[in-house]
Nanobody, 127 residues
Framework: QVQLVESGGGLVQAGGSLRLSCAASGRTFSTHNMGWFRQAPGKEREFVAVIRWSGGNTYYADSVKGRFTISRDNAKNTVYLQMSSLKPEDTAVYYC????????????????????WGQGTQVTVSS
């Protein structure tokens, strides 16, 4: 069982930066791929980034590639999302999630492969 709590959201001007954190409880954190997703008002939740349980591989949505960086610290049971060059279209509630399958080979980007979700943190980018 993994419980997740996001933090670090807020209001920022376009072009600015924010770092989101997701603290996990449970001894199995280090064996699960971790993902970030987001949901804008009136839109479906979408994939943003994922990092493998070992930290060795990352994958990003095209919309954030080159601007966002996902990382993790397994000793601290925490995953991060560093967001730079933020745009108004990045405005959304951001969620971290843990892959259902421990020690997965590769990564997945579909919502139904993630079984543990945080409560979300709001990110608002003003123009």
């Amino acid at each position: 069982q993994v419980q997740l709590v996001e933090s670090g959201g807020g209001l920022v001007q376009a072009g600015g930066s924010l770092r989101l954190s997701c603290a996990a409880s449970g001894r199995t954190f280090s064996t699960h791929n971790m993902g970030w997703f987001r949901q804008a008002p009136g839109k479906e939740r979408e994939f943003v980034a994922v990092i493998r349980w070992s930290g060795g591989n990352t994958y990003y949505a095209d919309s954030v590639k080159g601007r966002f960086t996902i990382s993790r610290d397994n000793a601290k049971n925490t995953v991060y999302l560093q967001m730079s060059s933020l745009k108004p279209e990045d405005t959304a509630v951001y969620y971290c999630a843990a892959d259902l399958l421990p020690l997965r080979i590769g990564v997945v980007t579909t919502l139904n492969e993630y079984g543990y979700w945080g409560q979300g943190t709001q990110v608002t980018v003003s123009s």
